[in-house]
């Protein structure tokens, strides 16, 4: 069985996942940071430090769950971009110390080729298809010709989809992060009660804009007053329904532009129970079949990024100690 590890510290998740194509996870594990709900957001500083503290356990114990050693490592994947340089730097040095003293294949895997790959973790894409990455740095349509060539379809011009929930999560005092929150919150709210803007709507391209409705929240909460739970319902399910009609619209629109049959949902925002339900269904009307990654591979993890290194190191792509990270960076084909 070959087995590969994945290193994923981009933010604030530290995880370590051992996968084999043969069986699939083997080890998974991932220590949330708990310390930057108090800030309402991620802070840098406080991510890399902690990164440092919990990436050699959280390694430790996936390799104990896998029973295995160094030795028995077939390649190790780490994302090296994009994301918080002091964070993508842990794990990227710890990767290459563990390559080098135990002379296993590296390879360095873009963020946003992970969360796709995330739908190969069960089994084989079937490609040609259309992935929608929608995450808290990302929100961007690829075509997806097989594992390795991406195509770019279009994007945000301002804010990512999951950057929008946490920011209305924000202004709505709901605790953070702001996406889980506001899909909880909406549980109980109609999502018709305001009509947010769906920007870009009549654009012609595969782009979206988050900032107009953040801003269009944010007036009618200072509007609003004092808010009753029942108003925060309100609010979170129809600035839901707005985020949620915007990346739907341009998924259809990706899809009837190109013709394809089969669609993925990657990143964070893809935990959306209302996301996916709309997106199945619209995008399942012009034509193509839609999946998404099992639910707990769909925030930073890395059992996608371990996924991720089989395709790159199987086709003969690896990296030496002169590996870098990049903070930013969009994603290119590299088969
Ligand atoms: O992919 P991810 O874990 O990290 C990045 O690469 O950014 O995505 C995190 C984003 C956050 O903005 C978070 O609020 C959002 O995903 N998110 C959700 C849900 N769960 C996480 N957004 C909406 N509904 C959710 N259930
Ligand atoms: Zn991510």
Redesign the pocket.
């Known amino acids: 069985m070959r087995l590969y590890l994945g290193i994923e510290t ?2 604030d ?1 530290t995880s370590c996942a051992i996968y084999s194509p043969e069986e699939g996870v083997v080890a998974y594990r991932t220590a949330a940071q708990l310390d930057h709900a108090k800030y309402g957001g991620v802070v840098p500083e406080i991510a890399s430090r902690t990164h440092m503290k919990t990436l050699l356990p959280v390694y430790e114990t996936v390799m104990e769950e896998a029973s295995v050693g160094p030795g028995d490592l077939a390649g190790i994947g780490v994302t090296n971009g994009p ?1 918080l340089t002091g964070s993508l730097l842990v794990g990227l040095s710890f990767a290459k110390a563990l390559a080098y003293g135990s002379g296993i294949p590296l390879a360095g895997i873009h ?1 946003i080729e992970g ?1 796709i790959l995330a739908n190969a973790i069960d089994g084989p894409m079937e490609t040609p298809a259309i992935a929608l990455v ?5 929100t961007q349509l690829f075509s997806v010709e097989r594992p390795g060539r991406y195509g770019f379809l279009g994007g945000t011009r301002d804010d ?4 929008a ?2 920011k209305i ?1 924000k202004i709505l005092g709901l605790p953070y ?7 909880n919150a909406a549980r109980g709210g109609n999502a018709a009660a305001f009509d947010f803007p769906r920007a870009m709507r009549n654009s012609g391209e595969c782009d979206f804009s988050f900032s107009g409705l953040k801003t269009a929240v944010r007036l009618k909460v200072e509007e609003l007053g004092a808010l009753s739970s029942q108003v925060v319902a309100d609010v979170a399910a129809s600035a ?1 329904e707005a985020i949620v009609d915007a990346l739907a619209l341009k998924s259809v629109m990706a899809v009837e532009k190109t013709g394809t049959s089969r669609f993925y949902i990657a ?9 996916r339900e709309v997106i199945r269904e619209r995008v399942g009307n012009a034509g193509a079949e839609v999946s998404w990654p099992p639910i707990g591979y ?4 890395a059992a996608m990024i371990a996924c991720a290194s089989w395709y790159h190191l199987s086709a003969g792509r690896g990296d030496g100690l002169d590996l870098n990270t990049f903070p930013r960076g969009e994603l290119v084909s590299w088969a």
């Open positions: 981009s933010c998740d994301g963020h969360h929608v995450s808290g740095g990302h990512a989809a999951g950057e929930f946490d999560g992060p702001g996406g889980p929150s506001i899909e839901q990143g964070g925002v893809a935990a959306n129970g209302r996301l769909c925030t930073d993890n």
